[in-house]
């Protein structure tokens, strides 16, 4: 005879909900001061249940913010960045319309507490890499950047940090949005060539961007799905 009682539950959707859970404490308390058994308590489940998840509390956490980092990277990908300044300005403006991405890249100590280090070493902020040096070099041979360019992901950080502490250094707060039009302007003018290119190049730098952009969102994905758990999908 078939058992009666509760249907079981989806383990990613049991996941999801404890992550929000999390998010929502983490964003009132800070990190330093969120339990396991807060997190329990708020998402309706038991304690036990989250370590069927996550080993520890700092694993809970890395997975929340990867889901975070998912999440920006698709809502940077719905608005189809056509230019490098376009990718990274975005991914500012993303970033910082999320409460948790904003500390991770404005190094929030009060949120983050012992990951505040995260805003430079985490896989969360900013991840570039093999995929970043041919995105580079295609858009050198399109006429997009300078070919005597060099060190463009210090270049691009250096951008991206120095325009989202700004608002900590003047004495007027600076809209989010032009936080991003300023790394979008910088980031142009610092690697483009200046010149208005034909629209067949125009075109396949979009296919280029949007290609990183493409192998970045999968990267986060697949970072996420580890830490849901091995054969769970990140979404």
Avoid: C
């Avoid at 969102?217 to 054969?231: D, Q």
């Amino acid at each position: 005879m078939a058992r009666v009682g509760r249907p079981p539950q989806d383990p990613v959707q049991r996941a999801y909900r404890i992550l929000n859970a999390a998010a929502e404490l983490v964003l009132r308390w800070g990190y330093d001061k969120t339990t396991i058994d807060d997190v329990a308590k708020r998402a309706g489940v038991a304690k036990g249940t989250i370590y069927l998840h996550w080993k520890t509390r700092d694993d809970l956490f890395v997975a929340l913010l990867r889901r975070e980092r998912v999440l920006v990277m698709e809502e940077v990908r719905a608005n189809a960045p056509a230019t490098p300044g376009e990718l990274f300005g975005r991914f500012v403006g993303a970033a910082l319309g999320r409460p948790l991405m904003r500390a991770v890249l404005v190094g929030d100590s009060e949120v983050l507490g012992k990951f505040t280090r995260m805003r430079r070493h985490s896989t969360t902020g900013l991840e570039l890499g093999p995929a970043f040096d041919a995105y580079i070099e295609r858009l050198i041979e399109y006429g997009a950047v300078r070919e005597q360019t060099r060190d463009n992901m210090i270049a691009i950080a250096a951008i991206v940090y120095g325009f989202v502490s700004l608002p900590d250094m003047l004495p007027e707060k600076v809209p989010d949005e032009r936080i991003a039009e300023l790394v979008t302007d910088t980031i142009e003018r610092t690697l483009g060539t200046g010149g208005k290119l034909p629209d067949d190049d125009a075109r396949a730098v979009a296919r280029a961007t949007l290609d990183l952009l493409d192998a970045m969102t999968e990267t986060a994905r697949g970072k996420l799905a580890i830490s849901l758990g091995a054969g769970e999908r990140a979404r």
